[in-house]
T-cell receptor, first 110, second 111 residues
Framework: EAQVTQNPRYLITVTGKKLTVTCSQNMNHEYMSWYRQDPGLGLRQIYYSMNVEVTDKGDVPEGYKVSRKEKRNFPLILESPSPNQTSLYFC?????????FGEGSRLTVL | GENVEQHPSTLSVQEGDSAVIKCTYSDSASNYFPWYKQELGKRPQLIIDIRSNVGEKKDQRIAVTLNKTAKHFSLHITETQPEDSAVYFCAARRWTDKLIFGTGTRLQVFP
């Protein structure tokens, strides 16, 4: 089954404790992206990747890192999480058009 | 860069009525305009999209119209049903550039 898989789905952590949200897709898509969703602000892009070893900042990259060592994986790294990074995070992938989203990861930073 | 504005932020309609959601974009080079539906607690999913060489596209009860001159596009849902209740996002993109989303419209369909 074609899918985008994110883990963890839910996480409560504390300020400053490094965490990684994994994202994996099995559709051989070149394009992958991370979004955060906050009430009233819609879907804001954090980082995106057009292909392996190619990553670019989106609209809200501060406080996040990504890597794209393999085509299927695109992890999101929060080196030192802060409460303003409490949000719902979506990973997505695409070939040329439609974005396929993962199920989302709800992160709470205390 | 591209900026997408979406209105209204909330919309309530009676079952069977029509619903219209409007978006405007700023980059005249944008050529791809998808609409995503996000049901409560779920991921966004594509429901319809349109490219700049087409003015209108229909799929059963939903349609999208595009006015390139005015730089706006709209989602039309006819004969609304309770299962249409969700948040709808418009988006715009040029070629292989990043997709920019609107802020979303929460549609409630009352029986």
């Amino acid at each position: 089954e074609a899918q985008v898989t994110q883990n963890p789905r839910y996480l409560i952590t504390v300020t400053g404790k490094k965490l990684t949200v994994t994202c994996s897709q099995n559709m051989n898509h070149e394009y992958m992206s991370w979004y955060r969703q906050d009430p009233g602000l819609g879907l804001r892009q954090i980082y995106y990747s057009m292909n392996v070893e190619v990553t670019d900042k989106g609209d809200v990259p501060e406080g996040y890192k990504v890597s794209r060592k393999e085509k299927r994986n695109f992890p999101l790294i929060l080196e030192s999480p802060s409460p303003n990074q409490t949000s719902l995070y979506f990973c997505a992938s695409s070939l040329l058009g439609e974005l396929f989203f993962g199920e989302g990861s709800r992160l709470t930073v205390l | 860069g591209e900026n997408v504005e979406q209105h209204p932020s909330t919309l309530s309609v009676q079952e069977g009525d029509s619903a219209v959601i409007k978006c405007t974009y700023s980059d005249s080079a944008s050529n791809y305009f998808p609409w995503y539906k996000q049901e409560l607690g779920k991921r966004p999913q594509l429901i319809i999209d349109i490219r700049s060489n087409v003015g209108e596209k229909k799929d059963q009860r939903i349609a999208v119209t595009l006015n390139k001159t005015a730089k706006h596009f709209s989602l039309h849902i006819t004969e609304t049903q309770p299962e249409d209740s969700a948040v709808y996002f418009c988006a715009a993109r040029r070629w292989t550039d990043k997709l920019i989303f609107g802020t979303g419209t929460r549609l409630q369909v009352f029986p």
